[in-house]
Nanobody
Framework: QVQLVESGGGLVQPGGSLRLSCAAS????????MGWYRQAPGKQRELVAT???????NYADSVKGRFTISRDNAKNTVYLQMNSLKSEDTAVYYC???????????????WGQGTQVTVSS
C-alpha cells in the first residue's frame, strides 16, 4: 500500500504562487509515476500534471507555462509549483500513483487526502 500526504495549500491572491508537496511512503518512490489532479466544486476531477519515474512531465493545457511538477527521490516527494494563479485554479488538489514501475504515467489506485487551494482577492 502506498500512502500519499499532500500539503502546501492555502489562500492566495490572483497572480500569486503556491508550492504543493506530496509525500509518499510504502513503496520505492523513485520507480513511481506521479500525478496531480484537482477538483473544483461542481466540476469533474481534472488531471493537472504528471511526472514519470524517468522525470518526463506532462501538463494540462490550462496550466502550461504556469505550473511545474518536479520530484525529489531522496525525500520521496513530488511537488507542484503553481505560479500566476487564477481564480479558476481554485480546487482541492490531489496526488495519485500506482504501486508499480512507472516509465509512463497511468492513473493509479492510491490517492492522498487532498489540499485546498483558494485563489481569491
Amino acid at each position: 500500500q502506498v500512502q500519499l500526504v499532500e500539503s502546501g495549500g492555502g489562500l492566495v491572491q490572483p497572480g500569486g504562487s503556491l508550492r504543493l508537496s506530496c509525500a509518499a511512503s510504502g513503496s520505492i518512490f523513485s520507480m513511481l509515476a506521479m500525478g496531480w489532479y484537482r477538483q473544483a466544486p461542481g466540476k469533474q476531477r481534472e488531471l493537472v500534471a504528471t511526472i514519470t519515474s524517468r522525470g518526463s512531465t506532462n501538463y494540462a493545457d490550462s496550466v502550461k507555462g504556469r505550473f511545474t511538477i518536479s520530484r525529489d527521490n531522496a525525500k520521496n516527494t513530488v511537488y507542484l509549483q503553481m505560479n500566476s494563479l487564477k481564480s479558476e485554479d481554485t480546487a482541492v488538489y490531489y496526488c495519485n500513483t500506482e504501486d508499480r514501475y512507472g516509465p509512463v504515467y497511468v492513473e493509479g489506485r492510491f490517492w492522498g487526502q487532498g489540499t485546498q487551494v483558494t485563489v481569491s482577492s
